[in-house]
């Protein structure tokens, strides 16, 4: 089964430091979305791409985090500086338009 | 306030018993709706997806119904296992971009 892949799986990290995620989306898929996930916020979007470019970044806290799509095999999420609030589960999605998403497992963030 | 609303926040129920989720909604104009299962330290999973057109749709023992007219949703487990336990979360989109609204999820536990 196609799958979309997330690295690394957990992160534990001091606050300050500088965290790098990283998404391989299905192969042919098109779009591609960052989502955050909280107990007390459940899913927010973060940011999504379709064909690498960025279409809507605005859920995203813009002085620390950047988003990229390098290529079309991987995209990045990064904080610097990382804060505890930032302590959530980050998941990358893709679809093939507007029509059916797949999730990766996520990379579970921990700020200290 | 959230544009799609989620009822019951969570249930328990016995193995074997059947339960209904809801999901009521005023994302417009509407596109279409998922229905996501989450495990525990898992991505959400697609479990149905409906359009506009669409009343109801199964994916084994799960049923989900959409009312576009009254922008209500529900999701019928049908004799439910322990495996069933988890978050479900409905996702509705609008028509024109890729912003996805999310619930904040049904958490289901199913008990021997």
Known sequence: DARVTQTPRHKVTEMGQEVTMRCQPILGHNTVFWYRQTMMQG????AYFRNRAPLDDSGMPKDRF???MPDATLATLK???SEPRDSA???CASGPGNYGYTFGSGTRLTVV | KNQVEQSPQSLIILEGK???LQCNYTVSPFSNLRWYKQDTGRGPVSLTIMTFSENTKSNGRYTATL?????QSSLHITASQLSDSASYICVVSARGNNRLAFGKGNQVVVIP
């Open chain 1, 89 to 91: 589960v980050y998941f």
């Open chain 1, 43 to 46: 899913l927010e979007l973060l």
């Open chain 2, 18 to 20: 059947n339960c209904t």
């Open chain 2, 67 to 71: 009312d576009a007219d009254t922008k």
């Open chain 1, 79 to 81: 904080i610097q500086p």
């Open chain 1, 66 to 68: 950047s988003a990229e």
